[in-house]
């Protein structure tokens, strides 16, 4: 039997996610309480009627949520497969959600950003076990939904690895799921051109600024030689998802560009990936 937790921070995409589990065929239930896991497997597998499971489990456990470390030990004990998916989203996205589905936070704090720092700090251990770590800041249900296949589908889908392509700003951190991290500071800056400030790496005018330096050809090429002869050997060792992280200054101009060009490459060598542009739209004026 195979067991998935879900969990993570409230407005972060779980339904999305369980939702998507229960297309790959997976018995899911939402707000599982925590001393009841081991009860529910162990009835699945002794009537052989659930090969798979998805439980949502998360702060909205109140006082009974300190059970799930527990829980997991002992799920292990039986011999039973337990994979841990933690969704993570930045605060300033959680609280735009928040308002626009207008819902209180489930921890019932005096204000949304103080309820995020409290669940922060509460399910940050719970993080660190986790064996699948996704930002949904920028992500598109879509995309979610092509992660999640990559490493939970018994399916094909799940036989080739998922390479995510992640641009970013160093001013605003080093993503922290990433597995290679590149710096591209090094090329020429669109930013110190004002007809260009504005624009992003995606927009034509830049990506051209960029890509008509010769260093950025250069640096591109290899950049792809290294990914095609990792990729396949990162597969190998059982790893369907490699955060490759992108950074420039602000992550708006030159990270963007190169990033969008990695990932119509790597596309366009049949494998499925996904481009995240995480800090595309954080301010404009500097790159």
Not at 37 to 63: H, P, W, Y
Not at 184 to 203: A, I, K, Q
Not at 243 to 265: D, E, F, M
């Amino acid at each position: 039997m195979r067991c998935v937790i879900v969990t993570g921070m409230s407005g972060a995409g779980r339904t999305m996610a369980l939702h998507q589990l229960e297309d790959m065929g997976y018995f899911c239930v939402d707000n599982m309480p925590p001393q009841m896991i081991i009860a529910f497997i162990t009835s699945c597998m002794q009537n052989n009627s659930v090969e798979k499971a998805a439980l949502v489990v998360d702060t909205r456990a109140g006082v009974f949520f300190d059970n799930i470390y527990q829980a997991v030990d002992d799920i292990g004990a039986m011999g039973v497969q337990c994979d841990l998916l933690f969704l993570e989203t930045a605060d300033e996205v959680l609280i735009r959600r928040y308002k626009e589905s207008r819902r209180r936070h489930p921890l019932d704090a005096d204000s949304v950003l103080s309820g995020i720092a409290q669940e922060r700090k509460r399910m940050a251990k719970l993080r660190e076990m986790a064996r699948y770590v996704i930002d949904t800041s920028v992500l598109l249900p879509r995309e979610l939904g092509d992660m999640l296949w990559a490493m939970f589908s018994d399916g094909e889908r799940r036989d080739t690895i998922l390479p995510v392509v992640v641009s970013f700003g160093y001013k605003n951190g080093i993503p922290v799921d990433a597995d290679l991290v590149f710096d591209v500071r090094f090329l020429p800056n669109p930013y110190y051109d004002p007809e260009l400030r504005m624009f992003s790496g995606l927009d034509e005018p830049v990506r051209s600024y960029v890509y008509d330096h010769e260093v950025t050809r250069e640096f591109e090429e290899k950049l792809m030689d290294m990914l095609l002869y990792l990729l396949p050997h990162y597969q190998q060792e059982g790893k369907f998802q490699l955060v490759i992280a992108i950074g420039c200054t602000g992550g708006r101009h030159r990270s963007v560009a190169v990033a969008q060009s990695v990932y119509k490459r790597l596309k366009e060598t049949g494998m499925r990936c996904v481009v995240q542009h995480r800090d595309i739209g954080k301010d404009a004026l500097k790159a």
